[in-house]
């Protein structure tokens, strides 16, 4: 009995090592379909790299990044290698925006793929009133919808709740979500970039 209870865990165990590094895979193999091409409609939501903690201090200013949390040195060194791993995809970038919040900005910039354009519809959720919470997440679905018809991939930068609200989906830090708008303006996922 002892015998088969260890043979069992030991499946089990196994089992869970193979089976999401398939299901890895899958999330990544959209980005063998894209390589080397000028994408149309397509839209990766970023969560920024490395900050530790949670939230915002209570003295948090928007314009003073010695008031927000930040990303570390290795939040810092992850966004480029997340940038890195983006330019050998070699797909055609259309726009790169970002929350305000310094993380995202910096995170963004990290990734050398473009100009950083701010957009305040992606800041951080974390702690809103629900109103706030549900017109910020129409903006950015209504951002990704205008995009359906658009050449190149656009790039948002923000934070995990903003990916959640929008997707259903929690992402690591770093970790991408490549979503397409339909026509009814539903966003499908199609994939993930990984998280570093």
């Known amino acids: 009995m002892?015998?088969?209870?260890?043979?069992?865990?030991?499946?089990?165990?196994?089992?869970?090592?193979?089976?999401?590094?398939?299901a890895h895979a899958r999330d990544l193999a959209i980005w063998d379909q894209l390589q080397g091409t000028n994408p149309k409609g397509y839209v990766l939501l970023i969560r920024h790299a490395l900050a530790p903690g949670t939230g915002d201090p209570e003295n948090f200013n928007i314009n003073d990044c010695s008031t927000q949390r930040n990303l570390s040195d290795e939040g810092r060194q992850d966004a480029r290698e997340i940038g890195s791993w983006l330019k050998r995809r070699d797909v055609k970038i259309?726009?790169?925006?970002?929350?305000?919040?310094?993380?995202?900005?910096?995170?963004?910039?990290?990734?050398?793929?473009?100009?950083?354009?701010?957009n305040k519809n992606f800041d951080s959720l974390f702690l809103k009133s629900d109103p706030a919470y549900k017109s910020q997440t129409a903006?950015?679905?209504?951002?990704?919808?205008?995009?359906?018809?658009?050449?190149?991939?656009?790039?948002?930068?923000?934070h995990a709740v903003n990916i959640q609200s929008l997707t259903g989906t929690f992402v690591e830090s770093g970790e991408g979500v490549l979503v397409r708008a339909t026509s009814q303006g539903e966003l499908k996922i199609f994939g993930f970039s990984p998280a570093p």
Request: hydrophobic share 45%.
């Open 94 to 118: 259309f726009r790169v925006e970002s929350s305000r919040w310094c993380r995202a900005k910096e995170t963004a910039q990290l990734l050398d793929i473009g100009k950083v354009r701010p």
């Open 139 to 158: 903006a950015i679905k209504k951002r990704i919808f205008d995009h359906r018809n658009k050449r190149g991939l656009l790039v948002l930068v923000g």
């Open 2 to 22: 002892i015998k088969a209870k260890v043979t069992l865990l030991l499946t089990a165990l196994l089992a869970a090592t193979l089976f999401p590094s398939n």
